[in-house]
């Protein structure tokens, strides 16, 4: 039995650690809580999270979404290199749904997004927590136009995907 769900939590009651910064940071930067623009975001400011953070496009006909950058631990988490990969591309499909879904919520609200993410496999589970801050194009508070996401990855998520692999469940 393999599961996948994600449950949207409130962003505002985060407790201190690497989500909450990356919040704080966000909306110091977003003007009237509109989204901030991609230039306004500056990696520097916060290589105590980059390894966590992707950077995903949003490409509006047909609504897709890409991965522009993907963080090495993350990378090392899921072993499935996404930079310049499409959402769709994540493997098993229901996973990939489940991103997508998460990240079309983002980009409807313009606003950021946590999700509880739970994998269940086998009757073990593991779950981590994504935050996904909209961006917007050139002009600030215009339209989204990437999402950048920094996730919290516990030490059993890379221990799942090595049993699913090992399993023959193509990840």
């Known amino acids: 039995m393999l599961h996948f769900e994600s449950r949207a939590e409130p962003a505002e009651g985060l407790p201190p650690g690497r989500l909450r910064r990356m919040l704080d940071y966000w909306a110091a930067r977003a003007p009237g809580g509109a989204p901030p623009r991609r230039r306004d975001i500056d990696p520097a400011d916060f290589p105590w999270a980059l390894g966590w953070c992707c950077l995903i496009g949003v490409e ?42 998460d990240l079309e919520e983002t980009l409807a609200a313009a606003a950021p997004r946590l999700h509880r993410v739970r994998i269940v496999y086998d009757y073990k589970e593991t779950e981590y927590h994504r935050l996904s801050l909209p961006l917007a194009g050139e002009a600030a508070g215009g339209p989204v136009e990437q999402i950048l996401t920094v996730a919290t990855t516990p030490r059993t998520l890379r221990e799942m995907f090595e049993r699913l692999r090992r399993d023959g469940i193509e990840i």
């Open 60 to 101: 509006r006909t047909p609504l897709r979404f890409r991965y522009r950058l993907e963080g090495t631990a993350i990378g090392e988490e899921d072993g499935q290199r996404l930079t310049g990969r499409s959402i769709d591309d994540i493997q098993p499909p229901a996973y990939a749904a489940l991103v997508r879904r």
